[in-house]
C-alpha cells in the first residue's frame, strides 16, 4: 500500500468517527438515552407550572376583640373617651332662708389649707373677684359635689357671676359652672359639679366676672355630697 492509499484510509476513518460523533449528540437532543459505557443519562423533562390555590375549613373559631367595631368591611377600633369635669344647675323648688351671715363660715381671698366634712354652709358679702370657701372638704370618693346657692348683687346691676372647683393640695383648677346673671337667677339654685376624680378633696370659690367696679356681689351657699 502506499502513501496516498494510506492517507486516503485514515481521512475516511476520521470521516467515520466524526459522523458517528454527531450521530449520538443529536440523538441525544431528541430525548433519547447516551450510552456512556457504564451509565445511561436520560435526558430531563421541564413541565410547565401553572398557578393554583388550596383552601380548607378552619378548625376553630376567630374572635373579633370585642373593642372592635365592623362596619362597611371596615374595621375600626372604638376608643372610649375619659369622661371630663362638668357641671349642671337647676333651680330650686323649695326655697332656704338667706342669712348673709359673714361671720359664719366665711370665705377667704386664700386658698384654703384645711379640710372638714360635708355638708358645709358658708356666706360671702363685697366680692369684686374671686373668693374661696375657707375649707376643702372631704369627699370620701364621691365624684360629685352639690352647690345651693343665691346670689346677689349690693348694688342694683345685672353682675355675672360664676363657681369654680379646685383640687385640694394641688390647687389645680377642675372645672367651673356657666355665667349666671343676677338679674334672672333670682332664689335658690342647685349647681352640681360631677365626674370628679375620687382621689382627690375639692374646694370652691365663687368669682365675679363683672362689672367689677362698682357692682360687688353677696351670697349664701351649702356645699353636699347629695
Known sequence: MNRKSIRISICLILILI??????????????????????QISA??????????????????????????????QITVSTEENAKPASETTKMTSQKAASLDADVNPMSLSRPTKGTNLPYSGAFSGVNTEIFSNYYFFTNGSTQLYVDWNVKADYPANV????????AGTNKFVASSDKFQ???????????????????NYYISFVNDGPQIGSPISGDFTVRLK
Open 18 to 39: 466524526l459522523s458517528l460523533s454527531l450521530s449520538g449528540t443529536s440523538f441525544a437532543l431528541r430525548g433519547g438515552n447516551v450510552d456512556t459505557g457504564s451509565k
Open 182 to 200: 343676677i338679674d334672672s337667677n333670682t332664689g335658690w339654685w342647685t349647681t352640681r359639679f360631677y365626674n370628679l376624680d375620687p382621689a382627690y
Open 160 to 167: 355675672l357671676w360664676h363657681i369654680n372647683v379646685y383640687q
Open 44 to 73: 430531563p423533562i421541564v413541565e410547565n407550572l401553572k398557578p393554583s390555590s388550596e383552601t380548607t375549613k378552619m378548625t376553630y373559631l376567630r374572635q373579633v376583640p370585642s373593642n372592635v367595631d365592623i362596619i362597611s368591611n
